[in-house]
């Protein structure tokens, strides 16, 4: 099924493990957004990506590495979590620069 | 640098009341304005969208946002609301020269039945 899917769903991890986050889009759209949801904060901007082999820094990328290597895929990396990264993470993507973003369901993750 | 701000946390109203949620944005260009609903435990859906033309966009489930330039506002607005409007709605821009979308905090619309 087209679409964007995001996997695991649910994760909880330990304080310091590594813990990767995929996102997998099948509409070939150039532009890939990951976003933490937090009460009182809303939506806030990780790491977004142009194209494959390109990435920037949003409004909150300390803590987390992103990679594009392939244009469907845009995984995150927390490569060492803290409890401060419990959040619900979104990914979408968007097919031209003005265009609407689509989301995906979301992974809730727990750093215990 | 682009932003936004929407001022009602939280709104509680009636059913078949008139709604009205604020968005103002930051931006020294020209924007593209969004505004996207959650439903609980769902992920973010377009509501409605603003790249240019007519500055009052009508959005599906009866929605509709005016965009003002000079005051850098995007209200959303249903003149009357449905128990099942009941969602988190969030404000969005884009600034023309720009590549990433942001949003804003969020209000919380919850309908009394």
């Known amino acids: 099924d087209a679409g964007i899917t995001q996997s695991p769903r649910y994760k909880i991890t330990e304080t310091g493990r590594q813990v990767t986050l995929m996102c997998h889009q099948t509409?070939?759209?150039?532009?890939m957004f990951w976003y933490r949801q937090d009460l009182g904060h809303g939506l806030r901007l990780i790491y977004y990506s142009a194209a494959a082999d390109i990435t920037d820094k949003g409004e909150v990328p300390d803590g987390y590495v992103v990679s594009r290597s392939k244009t469907e895929n845009f995984p995150l990396t927390l490569e060492s979590a803290t409890r401060s990264q419990t959040s619900v993470y979104f990914c979408a993507s968007s097919e031209y620069l003005n265009t609407e973003a689509f989301f995906g369901q979301g992974t809730r993750l727990t750093v215990v | 640098a682009q932003s936004v701000s929407q001022h009602n946390h939280h709104v509680i109203l009636s059913e078949a009341a008139s709604l009205e949620l604020g968005c103002n944005y930051s931006?020294?260009?020209?924007?593209?304005l969004f505004w996207y609903v959650q439903y609980p435990g769902q992920h973010l859906q377009l509501l409605l969208k603003y790249f240019s033309g007519d500055p009052l966009v009508k959005g599906i489930k009866g929605f509709e946002a005016e965009f003002i330039k000079s005051k850098f506002s995007f209200n959303l607005r249903k003149p009357s609301v449905q128990w099942s409007d009941t969602a988190e709605y969030f404000c969005?821009?884009?600034?023309?020269?720009?590549?990433?979308?942001?949003f804003g905090s969020g209000t919380r619309l919850s309908i009394r039945p």
């Open positions: 509409w070939s759209h150039s532009y």
């Open positions: 931006y020294g260009g020209t924007v593209n």
């Open positions: 969005a821009v884009m600034g023309s020269s720009a590549s990433k979308i942001i």
